[in-house]
């Protein structure tokens, strides 16, 4: 399997512009979650889906956050407008255990500079 | 509030020397301790994981220790490799009440020096 495959790998954008990070999840799994990782706060859960339906988006950081999953294979999480401050990594994860506390596969990650 | 506390935050190590990296949860209903391995650029990859109906599980030169009393569990290296210098996370969910949310740590760089 190809594993969870996540594009860009790099973003470089201006405040202000629209940011769309994607994220195509390894099949079968029927959980994916989108985390932000940064030195202040590390990793932190934005959202997550369960069978294509958001479960938690407590971590959303706010209103310019959002995500999608039309479908078991694809994902998007985007940023309107994005702003200096969401400068980050973002991980892609899935996975496939019961009631999804089990092993999360990774992405490599979308690594967003905003100017 | 921090549920999973990792600590040190730093750790150097000498080659062939052992490596231990500790996490402290809150939430005693946590069922499932996994430890994370990043190396720079990429996601992080489970390493090694534990339920608490078990003290201790190795696998290879990584073991965890879970002490469920103290709320505890750590990560040793055996042995630590140059090629072991990555970044670990600690991290800890709960399948009943909530589903898929992994909580982690803020991390440990190790440095293995040759």
């Known amino acids: 399997d190809a594993g969870v495959i996540q594009s860009p790998r790099h973003e470089v954008t201006e405040m202000g512009q629209e940011v769309t990070l994607r994220c195509k999840p390894i099949s079968g799994h029927d959980y994916l979650f989108w985390y932000r990782q940064t030195m202040m706060r590390g990793l932190e859960l934005l959202i997550y889906?369960?069978?294509?339906?958001?479960?938690?988006d407590s971590g959303m950081p706010e209103d310019r956050f959002s995500a999608k999953m039309p479908n078991a294979s694809f994902s998007t999480l985007k940023i309107q407008p994005s702003e200096p401050r969401d400068s980050a990594v973002y991980f892609c994860?899935?996975?496939?255990?019961?009631?999804?506390?089990?092993?999360?596969?990774f992405g490599e990650g979308s690594r967003l500079t905003v100017l | 509030q921090q549920q999973v506390k990792q600590s040190p935050q730093s750790l150097i190590v000498q080659k062939g020397g052992i490596s231990i990296i500790n996490c402290a949860y809150e939430n005693t209903a946590f069922d499932y301790f996994p430890w994370y391995q990043q190396f720079p650029g990429k996601g992080p990859a489970l390493l090694i994981a534990?339920?608490?109906?078990?003290s201790e599980k190795k696998e290879g030169r990584f073991t965890i220790s879970f002490n469920k009393s103290a709320k505890q569990f750590s990560l040793h290296i055996m042995d630590s490799q140059p090629g072991d210098s990555a970044t670990y996370f600690c991290?800890?969910?709960?399948?009943?009440?909530?589903?898929?949310?992994?909580?982690f740590g803020d991390g440990t760089t190790l440095t293995v020096k040759p």
């Open positions: 994860a899935s996975s496939f255990a019961p009631n999804g506390a089990g092993e999360l596969f």
């Open positions: 534990i339920r608490p109906d078990v």
């Open positions: 889906f369960n069978n294509n339906v958001p479960i938690d």
């Open positions: 991290a800890a969910s709960n399948g009943d009440t909530n589903a898929g949310k992994s909580t």
